[in-house]
Structures are given as structure tokens and as C-alpha cells.
């Protein structure tokens, strides 16, 4: 699980930094648009949110990694895990959120 959710990480942290540059590109334009640039500050915190969900997840898997060596509780790992999956679940959400979204507004910024 871990690996993948370092992939997911790489991945969302690569986009961040994408949008982030395609950000300082429309706001050193001369015609603003500002209808498109506040849909990319949306879909920053949406990949923001993911990547914290992200980390989240990877941070509940270890504790319950640890809690299932140190504490040896089957309950308290299983809870710790599930969270981890709801966490990682919920950044994946967001992810597929971010990708429909992504599609309206290059659209929309294409004028397509």
C-alpha cells in the first residue's frame, strides 16, 4: 500500500507544481481571466486536500503497522486500517474530482 500511495503523492505533488506554474503564466497575462484562474485555485486546493488525505493514509498505516507489532490488538489495528483505507479512499475522490474538473476548465480556457 505504501509504495502506492508514494506514487499517488509523486503524481498530485507533480500536478500541484504544474498548476502552480500554469497559475503564474495566467496572472503575469495581459488579459486576465479571472473566471479561469479562480477555477484553477479551486482545483489547487482539491489536489491540496488529496495530497493531505494522502499522507494522512500513509501515517495511519504505519501506526497501525506498529500498533499490530507493539500492542498486538487485532480490534485496534483493524480500526486504525480501515481509517486508513476511508482516508485513502477520500483522496482518490477528490483526485477524480480534480480530473473531471480538469477537462471543463481547459475547455472553458480553450473556449473549445
Known amino acids: 500500500m505504501l509504495p502506492a500511495i508514494g506514487l499517488l503523492v509523486l503524481s498530485t505533488s507533480n500536478f500541484i507544481i ?28 482539491r489536489l491540496g486536500i488529496a495530497n493531505s488525505c494522502l499522507y494522512g493514509s500513509a501515517l495511519l ?12 490488538n487485532n480490534d485496534l489495528f483493524f480500526i486504525i486500517m480501515l481509517s486508513g483505507v476511508v ?10 474530482i480534480h480530473s473531471l474538473k480538469s477537462v471543463q476548465i481547459r475547455q472553458k480556457h480553450l473556449k473549445i
Open 87 to 96: 482516508t485513502t479512499t477520500a483522496a482518490l475522490v477528490f483526485l477524480f
Open 18 to 45: 504544474s498548476l502552480d506554474k500554469e497559475l503564474s503564466g495566467l496572472e503575469k497575462d495581459k488579459v486576465k481571466r479571472h473566471e479561469i484562474i479562480r477555477l484553477k485555485i479551486s482545483q489547487l486546493k
Open 61 to 72: 498505516f504505519l501506526v497501525a503497522g506498529m500498533s499490530k507489532a507493539v500492542i498486538l
